[in-house]
């Protein structure tokens, strides 16, 4: 049974910094794409970052330049170093992680099936 669960949320005052953790068990493919979502206060769920088993990242416009998004193989753990935050970045964020058949899809455009809990980010200003 795969597991992610994410860690690292907090409060921070815009212009910080967080960094989020997601522990992933029970999720033994090789091919595969994962990524962080947000879903902020009246918004809907969007994909802020996605990593692919061959390194391949994408970040949403309104990261690019300010998060990372990277894996630990040997930990089993997926990151997002979040840098210059603002109160847009407010939200409740969750990893996710889907395992890729022979074709090798944009991650950004996957349907995941498999989710974390989540982890609350709030940015004051």
């Known amino acids: 049974q795969v597991q992610l669960v994410e860690s690292g949320g907090g409060s921070v005052q815009a212009g910080g910094s967080l960094r989020l953790s997601c522990a992933v068990s029970g999720f033994t493919s090789s091919r595969h794409c994962m990524g962080w979502f947000r879903q902020g206060p009246g918004k809907e769920r969007e994909g802020v970052a996605h990593?692919?088993?061959?390194?391949?990242?994408s970040y949403v416009d309104s990261v690019k330049g300010r998060f990372t998004i990277s894996v630990d193989n040997a930990e089993k753990t997926l990151y997002l170093q979040m840098n210059s935050l603002n109160v847009e970045d407010t939200a409740m964020y969750y990893c996710?992680?889907?395992?890729?058949?022979?074709?090798?899809?944009?991650?950004?455009?996957?349907?995941?099936?498999?989710w974390g809990q989540g982890t609350q980010v709030t940015v004051s200003s």
């Open positions: 996710a992680a889907e395992p890729l058949g022979y074709i090798i899809p944009l991650c950004a455009n996957l349907n995941y099936n498999n």
């Open positions: 990593v692919r088993f061959d390194g391949d990242t």
